[in-house]
């Protein structure tokens, strides 16, 4: 059976940092002369963007406000989060990803929207970054963290963020068979036509992430809505949101499902205290295993 796959997962998992970091870039400058011909979104609104779906409805509920905040956005690609960032009055954008063709691309849409000042490109690894010590408000993730050396890039991510700053990632989460199946051999539209060192994340792997901040809080989505959204290929359809309320209602009532979603949403916090009501990310996930969302407090 065809995988879109360079190397096995158990290869992958053995190369150093130095080749893990080349294949990554190779793979992610290869996209540059498809994502050339995407149309760019016809609003630049943060809102808008984090509605688009529940899981990032919840990520920038935690992460939010950006105004005033410098952020780093780890393994940007070429998704355009760092423009959505700056133009949300952001301070400071620091995008990231070890791809240069990605960084490239993230410069041109900076110049071309006149947010170069507030747009600070770097080609490096989230496992050694540029970056000196405590001077982000905040660390976004989409889809990167399960390409890196975890517990590297959690030393860096905690070493980079301030006291009280926050981090917020959403990855695939690799406990469900079927879903594996699919993303290693299934062809769908959607499907990134390589893939590198990247392995969906599991339970356990967040936890150990988590142990390099004081606080952390992650849960699952994407049960029934995973096969709604392969139907309709769109998540603002009558059909895919309601299957993403039942999502939500049996996360909640049946907190085992969890590990089967499709994706994860991991938020950290650099600091022991707890988030007030009222607060910024207070409406984020409560700190109840039993409704869906797991939380590791030092
Ligand atoms: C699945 S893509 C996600 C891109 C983008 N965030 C998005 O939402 O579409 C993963 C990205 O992580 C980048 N990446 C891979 N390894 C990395 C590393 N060690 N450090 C920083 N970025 C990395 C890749 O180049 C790629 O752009």
Redesign the pocket.
């Known amino acids: 059976m065809r995988t879109n796959r360079l190397m096995t997962r158990k290869d992958a998992d053995d190369l150093d940092?130095r080749s893990?970091?080349k294949l990554?870039?190779e793979?992610?400058d290869t996209e540059a002369e498809r994502v050339a011909q995407q149309t760019l979104p016809t609003s630049w609104d943060l809102g808008q963007y984090a509605r688009r779906a529940p899981w990032r409805a919840r990520l920038f509920d935690f992460l939010s406000p950006l105004a005033g905040q410098t952020v780093l956005?780890?393994?940007?690609?070429?998704?355009p989060?760092p423009i959505y960032f700056a133009l949300a009055g952001a301070r400071m954008v620091y995008a990231?990803?070890?791809?240069p063709k990605?960084a490239a691309y993230t410069k041109r849409l900076a110049d071309q929207l006149g947010i170069a000042d507030r747009v600070s490109v770097l080609v490096?690894?989230?496992?050694e970054l540029p970056l000196a010590d405590e001077t982000m408000d905040i660390v976004h993730?989409?889809?990167?963290l399960h390409?890196?050396?975890l517990p590297l890039?959690a030393a860096e991510i905690a070493r980079v963020l301030k006291c009280g700053g926050k981090g917020g990632f959403k990855d695939p989460l690799g406990h469900n068979p079927v879903l594996e199946f699919a993303r290693d051999y299934l062809p769908y539209p959607w499907k990134?036509p390589l893939k590198?060192?990247?392995r969906p994340l599991r339970f356990r792997d967040i936890e150990e992430f988590a142990k390099h901040f004081p606080r952390c809080m992650y849960c699952g989505f994407g049960l029934l809505s995973t096969m709604a959204t392969f139907i309709w290929r769109r998540n603002d359809c009558r059909p895919v949101q309601l299957a993403h309320a039942v999502d939500g209602h049996l996360l909640r009532r049946f907190a085992f499902l969890g590990r089967y979603c499709r994706f994860v949403v991991t938020c950290v916090q650099k600091t022991g205290r707890r988030v007030e009501e009222g607060e910024p990310g207070s409406r984020s996930p409560k700190l109840k295993p039993r409704r869906g969302v797991y939380s590791v407090k030092r």
């Not at 956005?73 to 998704?79: A, E, K, Q, S, T």
């Not at 993730?141 to 990167?144: C, H, L």
């Open positions: 940092l893990r970091i990554e870039m793979v992610t956005d780890l393994g940007c690609g070429y998704n989060t990231c990803d070890v791809s990605a490096c690894a989230g496992e993730g989409e889809s990167t390409h890196l050396r890039a990134k590198g060192t990247d």
